[in-house]
C-alpha cells in the first residue's frame, strides 16, 4: 500500500522560508500515472491546494501562493519537497502531502484528484 | 477561480438517515468533481471522483451525483463511522479548490 509521510520543522519565524518533505514508500514516485501535491488545512478550516509536481519536475501552482512557492523533486530518494518563503502567521496549518490522479493525453496533462494523503503535519508560524 | 460552496455547512443527523450534502461551482466543471471524508486529526478520505464514481475500498452507502455547476453527496443509511466532515473538491482547471466543507454531526 502506498504511503506518503510527511517530514520538516513544526515551528517556523515569521518572514522566514517553510520547508517540508515528504516521503513516498511502497511506490515509485518516477511513475508517469502521477503528479505530488501539496495541500494545507488552517486549525479549524478548510482545505487549500498548495502545488503539485511530476516526477520530470514540471509544477502548477495555486495562483495565490505562486509567487512564494517551490516545489522540487529529488527521484533518487522518492521524495518531494515544499519550500514557502516570507511566511506569516496566516500560513499555520496542517500540510499534507498526497499523490494527485492525472490523465495524459497526446499533448496535454489533465490532474485530477487525490486519492492517497500523508498524515499531514502541523506547521505553526510564530516567533 | 472556480470558487465552490456546499450546503449545508452542518447537518445533524441520526443513524439510518438518508443525508445528502450539495456542492455547488462558481461556474460548469462538467463532472469533474471529487468528493472526501475528514474525521477529525485526520487526513482526508477519497470517496467519490467523477461526480459519481465510487472510489475502490469505499462502502456502496456513498454516492455521487450531477454535472455542470450543482453536484450531491448521498449517504443511503448513515453509519456511526460516517460521522465526519465531507469536502467536495472541482478539478476542472489547473488551479484545484475545494469546498468549505459538511459537517455530519449526531443528531
Known amino acids: 500500500q502506498l504511503q506518503l509521510q510527511e517530514s520538516g520543522p513544526g515551528l517556523v519565524k515569521p518572514s522566514e522560508t517553510l520547508s517540508l518533505t515528504c516521503t513516498v514508500s511502497?511506490?515509485?514516485?518516477?511513475?508517469?500515472?502521477?503528479?505530488w501535491g501539496w495541500i494545507r488545512q488552517p486549525p479549524g478550516k478548510g482545505l487549500e491546494w498548495i502545488g503539485s509536481?511530476?516526477?520530470?519536475?514540471?509544477?502548477y501552482y495555486n495562483p495565490s501562493l505562486k509567487s512564494r512557492v517551490t516545489i522540487s523533486v529529488d527521484t533518487s530518494k522518492n521524495q518531494f519537497s515544499l519550500k514557502m518563503s516570507s511566511v506569516t502567521a496566516a500560513d499555520t496549518a496542517v500540510y499534507y502531502c498526497?499523490?494527485?490522479?492525472?490523465?495524459?493525453?497526446?499533448?496535454?496533462?489533465?490532474?485530477?484528484?487525490?486519492?492517497?494523503w500523508g498524515q499531514g503535519t502541523l506547521v505553526t508560524v510564530s516567533s | 477561480d472556480i470558487q465552490m460552496t456546499q450546503s449545508p455547512s452542518t447537518l445533524s443527523a441520526s443513524v439510518g438517515d438518508r443525508v445528502t450534502i450539495t456542492c455547488r461551482a462558481s461556474q460548469s466543471i462538467s463532472g469533474w468533481l471529487a468528493w472526501y471524508q475528514q474525521k477529525p486529526g485526520k487526513a482526508p478520505n477519497l470517496l467519490i471522483y467523477?461526480?459519481?464514481s465510487l472510489e475502490s475500498g469505499v462502502p456502496s452507502r456513498f454516492s455521487g451525483s450531477g454535472s455542470g455547476t450543482e453536484f450531491t453527496l448521498t449517504i443511503s443509511s448513515l453509519q456511526p463511522d460516517d460521522f465526519a466532515t465531507y469536502y467536495c473538491q472541482q478539478y476542472n482547471t489547473y488551479s484545484f479548490t475545494f469546498g468549505p466543507g459538511t459537517k455530519v454531526d449526531i443528531k
Open positions: 467523477k461526480a459519481s
Open positions: 498526497a499523490r494527485h490522479q492525472v490523465e495524459h493525453f497526446y499533448r496535454s496533462t489533465s490532474l485530477y484528484y487525490f486519492d492517497y
Open positions: 509536481i511530476y516526477y520530470s519536475g514540471n509544477t
Open positions: 511502497s511506490g515509485s514516485i518516477s511513475s508517469s500515472n502521477y503528479y
